[in-house]
Structure formats: C-alpha cells, structure tokens
C-alpha cells in the first residue's frame, strides 16, 4: 500500500489522475452524470471534483484491495475505475504543465476506485481555509460503471 498526499491548484474546480500514456480527451469528461458525481471516468484518466477553485490537499492511496470506510465520516462517496496500461499516474491540476507533474508507479493494469470528500460543510467561501480533503483510493480490479454510494449537497440558508 502506499499513500501520498498532494496539495494542488483545483483550476475549474478540478484535478487529474491520468495514466502517463492517456489519449483521453479531458473536455469531454465532464459529463452531467460525472458532475453530478464529482468524477469523470475516462477510462485512463479520473477529474476529481472539487468544491473549491484554489489549492486542495488530494491524497491518493494505491491499494491492494478495497479500502474499509466508514461512510460516517465522509460527505460525498463515489466509485469509478481507471486503466494504468504504462504503470505511472499523473497527478495533477487541471491548468497545470502535465510533465512537470507528480507521479505515482503502480502494476500495469485495471484498478477500481473509490472517491470521498469529506469537510465539505467547512467551505463558507471557496478562496477562504477550510477543512475539505479530497482522496482517491484505487486497486486491481475490473473497470465497471461509476456510481455514487454518497450524495453530498449543499445546505441551504433559506
């Protein structure tokens, strides 16, 4: 298992994992459904979806099987896949320069994801502190449809 936390600039509300050989084409991600979910799958990249427009902390956790959570602590629980035919991931912000970014070795292959966001309630406004996190847990697996396990939705004042 490893885990590596990143703080990234969440441009558009948005950060990448992208298989290093990836031909996905990134505007076409963002479906309804994937907004709805707050991941687009694109088969070798996932568009992690975020509630702020600044930098975020993303830990992505590189799994042997599927991570034991507790669906109390986290806001918005979402599942997806991703191809690693090269064996590398990119992490990165949406707007930034793609070879300059991190990476993380993992087995060539097919991983099943799980996303979660927790501290959501924490954002009064998106360019102030808050304690949103934003993690991505993947393991060998089968790729399958993405679904959402947990729905986050703003509260409202009215």
């Known amino acids: 298992m490893s885990k590596q936390q990143f703080r990234l600039f969440a441009d558009y509300f948005q950060c990448y994992l992208m298989d290093d050989c990836s031909k996905d084409d990134t505007s076409e991600i963002w ?53 690693a035919p ?27 994801a799980l996303y979660r966001c927790r501290g959501l309630d924490t954002i009064e406004v998106e360019w102030e502190d808050a304690d949103d996190l934003y993690v991505i847990s993947i393991w060998p697996g089968p790729n399958r449809e993405s679904k959402i396990i947990k729905n986050w939705k703003p509260t409202s004042d009215d």
């Open 31 to 83: 479906t309804d459904e994937a907004l709805e979910r707050r991941l687009g799958v694109g088969g070798s990249t996932l568009a992690l979806g975020t509630l702020r427009n600044v930098d975020v902390d993303v830990i992505v956790e590189v799994l042997s099987e599927p991570p034991n959570i507790d669906e109390d602590e986290w806001d918005h629980i979402v599942t997806g896949y991703i191809s």
């Open 86 to 112: 090269s064996g590398r991931l990119a992490i990165f912000g949406c707007t930034d320069y793609l070879p300059d970014a991190a990476r993380i070795s993992v087995a060539p292959g097919d991983y099943e």
